[in-house]
């Protein structure tokens, strides 16, 4: 599953963004060398850049995990693959904070991407997944720049949440995933994430 949702799929069972891939994502790659034909690699470290873009603490809580990776295949890419992005790179910070509540904060990265074309790719995965269900797409600003937002209900009772917008420089992308928080921690994430 891409855009960072097969690290968060215990905490969050979020749906499918943009493809999927029941491959096996390596433990660690170099990441100054060519994607090889893997669909997906991650590991924490292999883009410090973008992983300093995620703070460190939320509400004072470190985050459970923190890892950087990028996705070299249609397979992951999806839409943004019909959009000519070839290599998607992420930094990720997730905070697990039990009986399925958590939040993720990424940070995406590619030559040529905007927050419209991750968005399209999120709202067209969870469009075509059966078990997401009332999907309700709005455009609020967040972190003060226009963004977008999809809320919808994974299979019968997990409130998600999806934000989109546009990073600190051209080809940088904000994203919160979120399940089963409130929308005041939503906000706080958001602030957070600046």
Sequence with gaps: MPFHVRALVAAL???????CSDAAVPASFDPTRPCGGADEQRMA?????????????????????????????????????????????YGAGTWD???GKAVSLVTLEAAGLDAQAVYGSYLAGAQNNAKVHDITPTQPT????????????NGDSSFQRILVWPGDRDGRVRVVLAADLLDAEIQAAVDAFQ
Excluded: M, N, W
Excluded at 53 to 73: D, F, N
Excluded at 142 to 153: A, E, S, V
């Design 142 to 153: 967040l972190g003060g720049k226009p963004g977008y937002r999809i809320d919808f209900l």
């Design 45 to 89: 470290g292999a883009y410090p850049d973008l992983e300093a873009t995620i703070p460190t603490q939320l509400a004072g809580v470190a985050a459970t995990t923190r890892e950087s990776g990028r996705y070299c295949s249609p397979t992951t890419l999806g839409t943004l693959a019909d959009a000519g992005i070839d290599e998607l790179h």
């Design 13 to 19: 069972a979020l749906v499918t963004l943009v493809g």
């Design 97 to 99: 904070r039990g009986s």
